[in-house]
């Protein structure tokens, strides 16, 4: 038996998460997973029922489950609320409360959606590049933070970015064992010419260099970075880079993919414990229309199958849903953001439907 935490969130997050647990019932079914599912509030969701983001409750189901799937969290409805107590502050404490430092962001471009890439063809086609993002320390994190009244009298705003060394060396080694396991190239981005918390960064990880003679590091300056992936995308194949850098990169890279809607996330413990997230948010601009993409969500459910639940029966599961989302796009099925042609496209809860068909006519999931 394993055990899942389902947190829909706020916007979209609902809706996305119904046809990721339509996906996760049905491959439960057709390989014995004995998945045990919970639910949970987080976020704004959260805030209207109980007044905070993160509730006692949910923290002790996170805790409790073999692994966590959740949708997204924020939007305008909590916007006024003060820092600290917003729904993102809900994803963050859940993020640093199960020290889920590690986030993988695999962005791989379906040969199906080439054209929905805002990228020409010859550039992304066969595109499959994993960013490594720090997730529970930086300027998301950093002490001191806040907004205070300065010497001059004026209202100023202030951060802190800080990594300390064993941050610095828990993620590194992460990426090296992903590249190792990859082609062998790891870049690592940093602002070292400008930032000395990124210096030490690339001093770090240029000393473990040694230790993985596998594989090839370079390392690269962020602005060049947002450059070069719209430039020569497929130049990368391993990205490991601090939180922040590794949150605007990944959202860039999810566009070389056709949609934020296709990139999914695993964000790891060092046990393999993790909680599973499309790398979008709660996208409130299209949420209650049933609109949107629920793919990145499903994959993550794969992801989720993949590096948490590990057992073998998982592990083809894992492989079946990968297989059913390439059959529905293979079947020309597309949600409104990754449409060829505007106007022609399916609804969010025809697109999860499609991919739970596509697994019953799975020959290799049923056996
Ligand atoms: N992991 C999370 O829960 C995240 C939460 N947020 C929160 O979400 C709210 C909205 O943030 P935005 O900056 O607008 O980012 P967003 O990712 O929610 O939306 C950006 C754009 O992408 C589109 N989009 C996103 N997901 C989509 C999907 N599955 N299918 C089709 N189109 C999709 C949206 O319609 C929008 O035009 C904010 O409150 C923000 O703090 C933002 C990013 C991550
Ligand atoms: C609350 C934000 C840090 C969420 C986000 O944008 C992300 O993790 O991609
Ligand atoms: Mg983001």
Redesign the pocket.
Known sequence: MSSVLLLP?D???PE?MAEAAKVLDRVDQLFGLDLQIDHGLV?GAAIDAHGTPLPDDTMAKAHAADAIL???????KW?AIEAGKR??NG?LGLRSGLQLFANLRPAILYPQLAAASSLKPEIVSGLDILIVRELTGGIYFGKPRGVHVNEAGDREGFNTYRYSEPEIRRIAAVAFEAARKRSGRLCSVDKANVLEVTRLWREIVTSMAADYPDVELSHMYVDNAAMQLVRAPKQFDVIVTGNMFGDILS?EAAMLTG???MLPSASLDANNKGMY??????????AGRG????L??ILSAALMLRYSLRSEAALKAADAIERAVGTVLDQGLR???IAEVPGQSVSTARMGEAVVAALALDEQAAH
């Open positions: 969130g916007g979209i997050g996305i976020g959740l949708g997204a969290v924020g939007g305008p916007d729904p993102e994803l959202d949609s934020i809607g997230e499309p790398c979008h948010g709660s996208a409130p601009d299209i609109v949107a993409n629920p990145a969500t949600t409104a953001d």
